[in-house]
């Protein structure tokens, strides 16, 4: 059921089984499967996810190759809805271990918003990460290549990069280092860090022998139509000509909402996970970007599987078995 | 490139990077990703795969939950020649590892068979497992119902079987125990062990206490009409009303051509595998049902996933990296 602040009192005193924090690819495929082990579930999502950005998801079996992030997010939301999720539009603010329950408290609404509190035996950290996009005083010129011609995901997008000019955007000298894989898909890059931080000597040394220009000044702006790159701008004057790019400026990590935990094992910004997607904590799950492996849609998509058949396993164990009443007193028929 | 006896002289000289053994849809997720890192892959697909059973495929984001095996399969084949992988209709008969390469020897053709070798670095054992049916004389009437009312996963089809009346047909004291997981989707089950194995007493108080009643007489014949099942009847007479069924039989591992491989760590029929769905043997990757872990579409094509990233990342260290060359002598633009 779909819920808003308008018909959120009929499920506020509801335990859930599992609270899914973020509706995109695992936490959709967490709740799909909760829904059909028969447990109560609720989806909360903020919007505009890492997947959403995709325009043509070209990996993933059984998709057409131009399938969208914004159709599959759709189909799959309805998906879970139909199964029995709930699912609701909202921003999770803070998760507290009660001991048996998470108290989860959701912000909903931009203005006059309301903070309602969500509890479940399960939580499903599924609220993904944010790539970081260089930020440009007009950030529709950005919004129009990225996801496009200008991709975040070298496993994803290499393939639609190949022997092209690209620029690799890229502000620190590990970030920097994506040139050396980049150039399995094409030899013809050049770097620009937008003016932020500063490239050692070895380095700027490694590009050189490499033939990767390196640029320093700033991005004026993305040259091109159509969401077709054809350059990028620097506020010096220098016109970089490229028709494709590959961002690697980090991502924002969205797992705010668990910083009060005990107990969270983390390795950097990740949460570390067993093969069931569970975290260090027994009832705290975790898919895709934000647990350590490949931020693929497939993989998160995996994840919620496990996650999910984990849960219903250990609440299926506490459960008392449902026996055929009716035959308790039925002989043995051979 | 559709590969068969009559073109297959044109890639019997290819050394590939990683051949995938079976098209299902672990298969299929490797070799869409091997084909966009730009690697050389052929999938050798038998036919007549587990998933193909499947009517609807109700758990993986983003497809309808009416989409077929067959279409999902025939999708991802297309989509997996599209990105440049070759297939191949055949069956893998052996697999010799000669060192740096694997010999992969195929049999084409079920009259006047050929038995090309192909070689590879790399490969991917993806051939699944396939689920036992009981053996009547008409299987026609054995396939009318598996795949439609009579399911082989409970964590897939469990959903599709709440607390309607139930067979659980198994044939050995373990896949008995399925009863006691099933009633978590229904409790009114009948057990039936088609004339084979024998039951303890332990095992018939057991079921007696849960008022799931017994027969052990063999199957003569599901009844119903249009792949609905209404009950199935048994050699001695009885007829056991039954809306839907499970067949916990156990399955068969395609894993043959492995055998003659040293190195290999097994669990029972599953191969052991790390968090990149590599195998004990550095070149050897193993998807989906022939590894340890669930079932799961999700998880295989998960699995394919991660394998071909692996090799894409083992063969692009031992490249030789891409060089700008005309850049090469170009002064750093700052």
Chains 1, 2 share one sequence.
Not at 76 to 98: I, N
Request: aromatic share 8%; net charge negative; hydrophobic share 40%.
């Amino acid at each position: 059921m779909k819920l808003s602040s308008k018909n959120l009192d009929e499920r506020i005193d509801t335990l859930y089984d599992a609270i899914v924090v973020g509706g995109g690819m695992g936490g959709l495929s967490a709740a799909i499967y909760l829904a059909r082990y028969g447990l109560k579930c609720l989806i909360i999502e903020k919007g505009k996810g890492r997947s959403l950005w995709m325009q043509d998801l070209r990996n993933y079996v059984g998709l057409d190759p131009h399938t969208s992030g914004s159709t599959i997010l759709n189909h799959g939301t309805k998906q879970a809805l139909e199964w029995g999720a709930d699912h609701l539009r909202g921003y999770v603010e803070e998760v507290t271990d009660e001991g048996e329950t998470f108290a989860v408290k959701v912000k909903i609404g931009k203005k006059d918003s309301t903070y309602p509190i969500f509890r479940s035996k399960y939580v499903i950290a599924a609220s993904g990460i944010m790539d970081n996009l260089p930020q440009l005083e007009n950030m529709q010129n950005v919004y129009d290549y990225a996801g496009y011609t200008v991709h975040v995901c070298m496993i994803c997008d290499g393939f639609d990069m190949w022997d092209q000019k690209a620029v690799l955007i890229a502000n620190t000298e590990s970030q920097i280092n994506a040139a050396f894989v980049l150039n399995w898909f094409t030899p013809y890059i050049s770097v620009l860090t937008h003016g932020l931080g500063s490239v050692s000597d070895t380095m700027k040394q490694k590009l050189a022998d490499y033939g990767y220009p390196l640029y320093e000044s700033p991005i004026a702006k993305f040259l091109g139509e159509k969401h077709q790159l054809s350059g990028v701008e620097l506020i010096d004057g220098t016109i970089v000509e490229a028709t494709t790019g590959l961002v690697s400026m980090g991502s924002v990590y969205h797992s705010h909402y668990l910083k009060g935990i005990d107990g969270l094992e983390w390795d950097g910004q990740n949460l570390v996970t067993n093969e069931m997607a569970k975290t260090s904590h027994d009832r705290i799950f975790a898919l895709g970007d934000l647990k350590k492996g490949l931020n693929q849609v497939s993989i998160a998509v995996a994840d919620g599987t496990a996650a999910a058949t984990q849960i219903w396993r250990n609440i299926r164990r506490e459960s008392v078995p449902r026996k055929w009443e009716e035959n308790i007193k039925v002989p043995i028929t051979v």
